[in-house]
């Protein structure tokens, strides 16, 4: 059995990547803090319990890409001879489904307390002799949990899209689920101090209904990913087109007739096939090493590109 040869990413992608799990291990600590914050201040609010519940799980897609940045780089094995690269497929699927469900949850719980018309009381408590309102201390809970993921979620983001990291791209989105959830607590706490009743499980439906768009598209993005769909990119959502262009490429050596090229995405990499017809078999093992080389030089994702010689086509046509 043959197994696939490590890949190295390029120097500044790997850099990247390390600064990537440095900022998710900060992100982490901001999170845990924000979520004992927060369940000191609970209290019988919807709107706070929504970005309670919202901030806990935002604690998995971190500790879903720390994973796999752990296991992505162990070798090939007999059991794996592929490597492990798809770990960060799994982790992107994981954080999709986390940030869906969250969405979903949201919804139908704020619904249901609006159908319900139930009305929401925020009490006071003694503090250092004083009776003060416990929607203020809300409110203050809240203030905090919205600066740390408004700041480093808009880092996350163009980071994530540097290196191709799918994962924190899914939590960046969950940073701004976390400062949403946190102004919308905000409204709902205040609303339900000036007696708008509705406006607690308005807040969080409103929340809700974004975080589930956010949740449904990615875990959209993730299936198509572990069923080979053709890469495409992570800012516009469309095909990368890399495929015609390596076409393109392959087309001008003197010695190709044709070329096919179909990829699928394995993480961070890419790999695939590259179907060649040749216009004649003089010389051609050595022509099939150039193309491979010429191709794998075409972007940095690329890697172990299978590059075969065929009489035609046709027969590999989608």
Not at 183 to 208: E, M, N, S
Not at 306 to 312: A, M, Q
């Amino acid at each position: 059995m043959i197994s696939r040869a490590p890949h190295q990413l390029p120097a500044d992608k790997e850099e990247g990547l390390a600064k990537l799990v440095k900022l998710t291990w900060i992100n982490f600590g901001f999170r845990l803090s924000i979520v004992a914050i927060l369940y000191l201040v609970l209290g019988s609010s919807q709107a706070m319990r929504a970005a309670w519940l919202e901030d806990v799980l935002s604690l998995l897609p971190p500790l879903a890409f720390l994973i796999s940045m752990h296991y992505r780089n162990r070798p090939p094995s007999d059991d794996y001879p592929y490597g492990h690269h798809r770990v960060t497929m799994i982790a992107f699927l994981c954080s999709a489904v986390v940030l869906s469900l969250l969405g979903l949850f949201l919804i139908g719980d704020s619904s249901i307390k609006l159908l319900k018309a139930e009305h929401t009381t925020i009490g006071a408590i003694e503090l250092f002799g004083h009776t003060i309102w416990l929607g203020w201390l809300m409110v203050a809970g809240l203030t905090y949990s919205v600066i740390p993921p408004m700041i480093l979620g808009r880092i996350q983001q163009k980071w994530a899209e540097a290196v191709h990291e799918k994962t924190v791209l899914v939590d960046a989105k969950m940073s701004k689920a976390d400062w949403m959830t946190g102004l919308a607590g905000i409204v709902g706490v205040l609303g339900v101090g000036l007696g708008l009743w509705w406006a607690d499980a308005l807040a969080a439906l409103i929340i809700g209904l974004d975080v589930a768009k956010d949740g449904l598209s990615s875990l959209k993005e993730a299936i198509g990913d572990l069923l080979d769909r053709r890469p495409r990119s992570m800012t516009t959502g469309k095909a990368l087109g890399l495929e015609e262009e390596l076409e393109a490429r392959l087309e001008k050596l003197p010695w190709v007739k044709q070329a096919g090229v179909r990829l699928r995405e394995e993480g961070h990499v890419l790999s695939g096939e590259v179907f060649v017809v040749a216009h004649s078999d003089t010389d051609l093992t050595r022509r099939l090493c150039e193309a491979r080389h010429l191709v794998q030089e075409q972007n940095w994702r690329l890697h172990e590109i299978v590059v075969t010689s065929v009489s035609s086509l046709e027969s590999h046509d989608q």
